[in-house]
């Protein structure tokens, strides 16, 4: 029987992901330890990171306090008019 449930879609991307990143690189983390002190799998944070996955509030609270920053460093980037 073929699979008839539509794929599901990922939530927009509500942070800037190299900003992410850099934080975590300054900070002196490893992507595997991030994740894992912040209470999810590395794949999250991976994805994160790439921009593919969202990451909730809470999430990137913890990551902000544990990279010494604050979560407004991983805001999305605006466009300007």
């Keep these: 029987m073929p699979n008839t449930t539509p794929p599901r879609r990922k939530a927009p991307v509500e942070h800037d992901p ?7 690189i300054r900070a ?15 794949s ?4 994160a990171e790439r ?3 969202g990451i909730s ?3 990137r609270v913890k ?5 010494n920053c ?5 805001a999305p980037v605006k466009a300007a008019a």
């Excluded at 002196?28 to 330890?33: A, F, K, L, S, Y």
């Design 44 to 47: 999250v944070l991976s994805e």
């Design 70 to 74: 604050d979560p407004i460093t991983f």
């Design 57 to 59: 509030p809470m999430v």
């Design 18 to 24: 190299r900003a992410l990143r850099q934080a975590r």
């Design 63 to 67: 990551i902000a306090k544990l990279l």
């Design 28 to 42: 002196g983390w490893r992507q595997g330890d991030l994740a894992r002190e912040v209470g999810v799998v590395q």
């Design 51 to 53: 921009g593919t996955r």
